[in-house]
């Protein structure tokens, strides 16, 4: 055995459970990359829009010209800007109705608001189960593929009269590129899925903050006007 | 950013970092300069089985000197048969010669003498010539004979020739070498097996001077248990009821 077999050539004779193992393998690498990298810009853009957002917030804007801005925009709002226009809302629809009392309206602009913070949520987390499947099962589906290809090698010993190390190593190499494809589509899932769980955890909680700084301010208006 | 526009985006990207991946893996995988770096040092151990049968060699050696015996006689014989058939045509034309000097000397004699006399000439030609037919024919026979023999002789000795290779193999596999050995250390140890091939007794036969290496050598063999021999108890009882085996570590570094 000079000369090195080529991971084509393991590939390519493997058994047919094998791969199809690693096509399954493939593919789910494939897709969570596709997802790691979408992820990735969706959850930098809802970041940087909730910023940007804030600021304007913040900046002593009257709320309903903010609001109306919201509105004219093409664009459906997401992340903050949702969650301040379906309070907004809410607001000035229970405001309009008249006898409804103050807790009453800030009880309904607090469901409305909190309905939008779940809804948001629902929206960052999208794809993060898929990655979490894929960093926990596609090693197992390697192993799997392994272990048949590695059965059959050694089937294959006993039928040979004299076996070598030669006889059964190539079959056994080719057992082990499952296992490989499958630890690399596995790792940079794994690290996804922790990564972008941590971040929607942090950008949940600027909502929320948000979504509390927001109904103390309607707060105060609703009982100035009083 | 729209939400199709950054799916398309992370899927280019997606398979884009996949082929990179997998170039990479093809370009660095026939990695040469590892292989060619790497001496290539094959482990050999030889416990040589030493093919040493009395019986055998002397049997070899009869049949050689049969051979040769057979050969010389062979050609002793064409010569005596050359030397008879020189005679032969000399006597015939003797006897023509007397024959026509009779006819010449005795014009008038008998005719019927002479045919008479002619025959018996012929007669004794055709004895002869029959005589060393037959002793040509058995001497055919048995060189056929021979050569049969020698035939069977050398499959034999093939077919003994990979029992003693396998085992060869179970000797080494189950030889475990003492620390203490050293290159050009051997023991010769004689093993007695019965048809089976089960192990009767072991000794050494020419100590290596290491006692541990002697007992390991011992112990290889003793591990063994049951050797494959022959079913053929001919071939048994020529070449594997009793055999030497020479322990000789080659791949040391000491």
């Known amino acids: 055995m000079n000369d090195p077999i080529s991971i084509v050539d393991l590939v390519v004779d493997a058994s047919a459970v094998v791969q199809v193992v690693m096509a399954i393998l493939i593919f789910a690498?494939?897709?969570?990359?596709?997802?790691?990298?979408?992820?990735?810009?969706?959850?930098?853009?809802?970041?940087?829009?909730?910023?940007?957002?804030?600021?304007?917030?913040?900046?002593?804007?009257?709320?309903r010209q903010i609001y109306l801005d919201l509105e004219a925009r093409e664009e459906e709002p997401i992340g903050v800007e949702n969650i301040f226009s379906s309070g907004f809302k809410e607001f000035t629809r229970s405001r309009q109705h008249k006898g409804t009392d103050a807790d009453r309206v800030m009880q309904n602009v607090h469901r409305a608001m909190r309905v939008a913070v779940s809804r948001e949520e629902e929206r960052l987390e999208t794809h993060l189960p898929f990655l979490a499947t894929v960093g926990s099962t596609s090693p197992?589906?390697?192993?799997?593929?392994?272990?048949?290809?590695?059965?059959?090698?050694?089937?294959?010993?006993?039928?040979?009269?004299?076996?070598?190390?030669?006889?059964?190593?190539?079959?056994?190499s080719e057992?082990?590129?499952?296992?490989?494809?499958?630890?690399?589509?596995?790792?940079?899932?794994?690290?996804?899925?922790?990564?972008?769980?941590?971040?929607?955890e942090v950008i949940v909680n600027r909502f929320d903050a948000f979504t509390d700084e927001f109904s103390s301010i309607l707060y105060r208006a609703v009982h100035s006007k009083e | 950013m729209s939400t199709g526009l950054s799916y398309v985006l992370a899927s280019i990207l997606a398979f884009g970092f996949h082929a990179f991946v997998v170039t990479l893996l093809l370009l660095n995988w026939d990695n040469k300069d590892l292989v060619e770096s790497l001496p290539i040092?094959?482990?050999?151990?030889?416990a040589i089985v030493v093919e040493e049968n009395p019986h055998t060699a002397k049997k070899?050696?009869?049949?050689?000197?049969?051979?040769?015996?057979?050969?010389?006689?062979?050609?002793?014989?064409?010569?005596?048969n050359e030397k008879a058939r020189l005679k032969q045509?000399?006597?015939?034309?003797a006897k023509k010669q007397s024959l026509e000097q009779q006819i010449?000397?005795?014009?008038?004699?008998?005719?019927?003498?002479?045919?008479?006399?002619?025959?018996?000439?012929?007669?004794?030609?055709?004895?002869?010539?029959?005589?060393?037919?037959?002793?040509?024919?058995?001497?055919?026979?048995l060189s056929i004979l021979e050569e049969q023999n020698f035939r069977r002789a050398v499959t034999d000795d093939e077919q003994a020739l990979a029992y003693v290779s396998q085992i060869q193999r179970d000797?080494?596999?189950?030889?475990?070498?003492?620390?203490?050995?050293?290159?050009?250390?051997?023991?010769?140890l004689r093993v007695y097996l019965v048809p089976t091939g089960e192990i009767v007794n072991v000794v050494v036969e020419e100590t290596s001077g290491n006692e541990a290496f002697d007992r390991s050598a011992l112990l290889a063999v003793r591990k063994t248990q049951r050797f494959q021999v022959p079913a053929k108890s001919r071939q048994f009882e020529r070449n594997f009821r009793e055999f030497t085996v020479l322990f000789r570590p080659e791949d040391l570094r000491l």
């Not at chain 1, 799997?144 to 190593?169: C, D, H, K």
């Not at chain 2, 045509?89 to 034309?93: C, G, M, N, Q, R």
């Not at chain 2, 002869?128 to 037959?134: I, N, S």
């Open chain 2, 41 to 46: 040092q094959p482990y050999y151990i030889e």
């Open chain 1, 175 to 200: 057992a082990l590129v499952a296992t490989a494809i499958g630890l690399f589509a596995a790792i940079p899932a794994v690290i996804a899925y922790n990564r972008y769980s941590a971040q929607v």
């Open chain 1, 29 to 63: 690498s494939i897709a969570s990359w596709i997802m790691i990298f979408q992820r990735g810009f969706t959850l930098a853009s809802i970041k940087r829009e909730a910023i940007e957002f804030e600021n304007e917030f913040w900046s002593g804007k009257d709320l």
């Open chain 2, 104 to 141: 010449a000397e005795q014009k008038k004699r008998d005719d019927e003498l002479a045919s008479m006399e002619l025959n018996k000439a012929v007669d004794r030609e055709v004895d002869l010539a029959e005589d060393e037919r037959v002793k040509m024919e058995q001497s055919l026979t």
């Open chain 2, 171 to 188: 000797i080494v596999q189950n030889w475990s070498r003492p620390p203490s050995a050293r290159n050009g250390m051997q023991a010769l």
């Open chain 2, 60 to 80: 070899k050696r009869e049949q050689a000197r049969k051979a040769a015996e057979k050969n010389r006689k062979r050609i002793a014989r064409e010569r005596v």
């Open chain 1, 140 to 172: 197992y589906i390697g192993l799997f593929g392994t272990v048949w290809g590695i059965m059959n090698s050694f089937r294959e010993i006993a039928t040979v009269n004299q076996p070598s190390l030669s006889v059964v190593a190539p079959g056994i």
């Open chain 2, 89 to 93: 045509t000399a006597i015939e034309k």
